[in-house]
């Protein structure tokens, strides 16, 4: 009885001291926030970036805590309201720090305003592809498919409110016609319903779609960069296509407005280095992310000019939750 | 044939000396997160992923894996001993396994949870390891449609977890479905009923009402006097079942795997539905239902064998197409990706030491797992013996450390403190709390697919029905209306025979 007791207890210390080896230090862990639930990309970036933040800062102990709740907004109020020390930032992407202000109309916080920029960390687009029961192998054979058959044109998403969401409105109103909204609880769930033939087209972030075009279960038929997707370089983007529409998405690391910029600079320049390292580089195109590592500054510019990208989507999309 | 050399691929992968040490640190992690109440798998996974980061991706996956499943070893020990079910697949252990415990038969209860776990993770990773593909086509057809129809059929059956009052079981089921309702619209994203609370937007966590109306609702009702345990039995041996034990337990274990295997396969929602099905199947057969509440060993045997059953066959969408169906699954997709490995339905063939590796660690775990935890057993049956004094504030303690790590929330605290509150009053009001759990889960999921299925019919309510397009949802609602004509009748026979007596 006793042996295996011990034997626990061995193996438990082993595992602790193996997951987080500077839980030995007794200084004060910097935190990274992310504002969604564990699994997933991003929940996985936020502890690939924690590793490499920890070995760039000697060995300083970094944790990632998700804060979740309210789509993302309880996570980022947090972040606005910690102190502005270096030790709480925060990792999100591009919705709940450069759309929301559009979406909700009392937010209570201004996410250009109350955030300091430290990096962005890497960028991704949405495909639109189609299930087994739409014939579509172009874009416009899709819109000719919608427009015969109005009472089946659905889109599904990852969710009410997700980009994917307004930028298949764009398409519906750059296509002229009219696709019903069908919000899911992530990209796997509408994936499962794309894959069975219970909706007919689904718009999510293109790496989520990947395997399961690449196995012939369902087909990308556009990707919403300006530029293709290295992720499947055969797909034309909606530009291409004859759709004036273009729409990507972000990760990028943020601090309390008030941060000093000196440990923004030694943060952003840490984590630019290491996004750019090739083994990263090539991990990050696994998860469908591609490195960019970028200063404060221009982190700053590309928030501003893309929270301005996104204001008429949402608007078009008819989506306001009063809060 | 061909499934056997892949099986022996798998095990020639899982067998090597450092799988089966990560395998080993897998199931005892899972099994003390699992013990654990409040603390689940995800954020422990979450926790150790950077580990993984340098270790080769089959051995981090079976590590994974092991967490995930010794966590459904574990989640009965506290529901068993303290009333405090850690996991939402649990709650019906709770029912009659504490009762048991109160009895003295807490080593009884436990050595048939671990049996009932162990018989079932065998066979539903024989299962996986036989059909994965077909299976995984079979969980394709389910639709909004067959979802609902399926947590119709879930609310039918729910009246028969009570063992008192039909009225005030459908009270309750009502009551978990309203406060279902609460939080974000997940098609309009407008907030309901959460009063200008943002920690309300996302609804009540489960986790948190499960351990508040349960667990300390337990805590509270014994602090009004302390109710007699009986002595316990600790010795190893007399915790062997006799034969006439052994004899109740086969056939519910038999039923509550094939059920749990069945359910588990369907993304959300399906692996909670299945200890729930199982309940209420044995509740259902049974000679005397009344024994049911108050100990009935088949109570722990189905509902335990069918969680651990469901906890397989729910790798089934990931392994077979990169799907992942809850939040432990999406997780292990990261783990992978993180290595550079796309799952998808080409995983199968494109790294087969991977798939099959996975798949015969699952069963060298779950051996681990037994033979682990019954040894175990007769520390845990001392926990009996602790006076409440020391017991309960121990209890409370770890509880809000469970809670809070859930979405590191104080606020979840607060409800969990509320509904202990709400789980003394109904447990004076001779209410059950279990039907009330599973309203409030298949509330969620009921309106979430009745919505779906309405938007992409539009509007149109036959597609419950159709038996064309949708059969399987077509005889769901049929057995759901024969279920559910079949527990009134005997009320609607009474009261005939009352009028007649007038």
Not at chain 1, 44 to 56: M, P, Q, T, V
Not at chain 1, 61 to 73: I, K, Y
Not at chain 2, 457 to 466: A, K, T
Request: with cysteine.
């Amino acid at each position: 009885m006793r042996r295996h007791f011990l034997l626990s207890l061995a193996a438990a210390a082993l595992v602790a001291a193996n997951a987080a080896p500077a839980w030995a230090q007794l200084e004060q862990p910097i935190k990274i926030v992310f504002p969604y639930s564990a699994g997933g990309i991003g929940d996985a970036l936020a502890r690939l970036l924690g590793e490499n933040l920890r070995a760039g800062l000697n060995g300083q102990s970094v944790v990632v805590e998700n804060v979740t709740g309210a789509a993302g907004r309880t996570g980022v109020r947090t972040v606005i309201n910690a102190a502005p020390d270096g030790k709480t930032i925060l990792l999100s992407p591009i919705a709940a720090v450069a759309v929301h202000n559009h979406v909700y109309k009392n937010l209570g916080y201004d996410p250009l305003t109350d955030l300091a920029p430290i990096s962005q960390v890497a960028e991704f687009e949405f495909g639109i592809a189609v299930g087994p029961n739409v014939p579509a192998k172009t874009l416009d054979e899709l819109v000719k498919w919608a427009k015969a058959n109005p009472d089946k044109a659905s889109y599904g998403s990852p969710g009410a409110g997700a980009l994917p969401h307004f930028f298949g409105v764009l398409f519906g109103k750059a296509a002229g016609i009219d696709l019903v909204h069908i919000g899911y609880k992530g990209s796997a769930s509408a994936l499962t319903d794309l894959v069975g033939g219970q909706i007919p087209i689904v718009v999510t972030t293109t790496s989520d779609l990947l395997a399961q075009h690449k196995a012939g279960k369902i087909r990308i038929l556009a990707t919403s960069d300006s530029k293709r997707s290295p992720l499947v370089p055969e797909v034309p983007t909606f530009k291409e296509s004859g759709y004036d529409i273009v729409g990507t998405s972000w990760y990028a690391v943020f601090a309390p407005a008030k941060t000093p910029a000196d440990i923004r600079e030694k943060y952003s320049k840490i984590l630019a280095a290491a996004v750019k390292r090739p083994e990263i580089k090539e991990k990050f195109l696994t998860m469908g992310l591609y490195a960019t590592g970028t200063t404060p500054e221009e982190l700053g510019k590309i928030q501003k000019q893309d929270s301005a990208h996104w204001a008429p989507a949402v608007k078009a999309s008819g989506f306001s939750p009063n809060q | 044939m061909e499934t056997l050399a892949h099986l022996a691929v798998g095990f020639e992968h899982a067998l090597t000396l450092q799988n089966l040490g990560f395998c080993f640190i897998g199931v005892l992690v899972g099994t003390m997160v699992g013990v654990l109440p409040g603390l689940g798998p995800v954020p422990t996974i979450a926790m150790l992923l950077p580990v993984t980061f340098g270790v080769p991706p089959t051995s981090a996956l079976i590590m994974l894996a092991g967490i995930y499943y010794g966590a459904q070893y574990g989640g009965s020990t506290t529901a068993i001993l303290l009333n405090l079910p850690g996991e939402a697949s649990s709650v019906v252990t709770a029912i009659d396994g504490h009762q048991l415990a109160r009895q003295g038969k807490a080593g009884l209860a436990l050595f048939t949870a671990a049996i009932g776990s162990f018989f079932a993770g065998t066979m539903a990773t024989f299962l996986i390891a036989a059909f994965a593909p077909a299976l995984a086509e079979f969980a394709l057809r389910f639709g909004p449609a067959e979802y609902f129809s399926l947590m119709v059929l879930g609310l039918a059956a729910s009246v028969a977890l009570a063992h008192g009052s039909v009225l005030k079981a459908i009270a309750m089921v009502v009551l978990g479905l309203l406060l279902g309702t609460v939080g974000q619209d997940i098609y309009t994203g407008t907030p309901r009923f959460n009063f200008g609370l943002e920690q309300l937007v996302d609804g009540f966590n489960f986790v948190a009402i499960a351990m508040g109306v349960f667990g300390i609702g337990e805590v509270v009702r014994n602090l009004e006097n302390e109710r007699t345990r009986s002595a316990v039995a600790s010795r190893v041996r007399d915790l062997i079942p006799s034969r006439d034990e052994v004899k109740a337990i086969v056939a519910p274990i038999l039923r509550g795997t094939a059920l749990g295997s069945m359910l588990g396969i369907l993304p959300g929602g399906g692996a909670i539905l299945g200890s729930f099905a199982a309940y209420s199947v044995e509740r259902r057969i049974a000679k005397d239902p009344q024994r049911f509440g108050k100990g009935a060993i088949e109570g722990v045997a189905a509902p335990e064998s069918a969680n651990n059953a469901g906890a397989q066959t729910s790798f089934i969408p990931m392994l077979t197409l990169g799907i992942p169906s809850n939040a432990v699954m999406a997780l292990m997709v990261g783990a992978l990706l993180i290595n550079g490995i796309v799952p998808g339905p080409n995983l199968m063939t494109e790294r087969p030491e991977l798939f099959w590796g996975v798949i015969a660690s699952m069963w060298i775990g779950n051996l681990m797992l037994v033979i682990l935890n019954l040894p175990l057993i007769s520390i845990w049956v001392k926990f009996m013996a602790i006076p409440y004094r020391v017991l309960y504030p121990g209890v409370v303690a770890v509880c809000c450390i469970g809670v809070f790590s859930l979405g590191s929330s104080s606020f979840d605290v607060y409800v969990m403190a509320a509904f202990g509150v709400l789980g003394y009053v109904l447990v004076k009001l001779d209410c059950e709390p279990a039907p009330f759990l599973l309203g409030f889960v298949i509330g969620r999921l009921l309106e979430e697919h009745l919505r779906r299925a309405m938007l992409l019919s539009r509007g149109d309510p036959s597609v419950f029905v159709d038996i064309y397009d949708h059969p399987i949802s077509a005889v769901l609602i049929v057995v759901s209306a024969a279920a559910l004509i079949l527990v009134c009748w005997p009320a609607i026979g009474k009261r005939r025979e009352e009028a007649f007596r007038e």
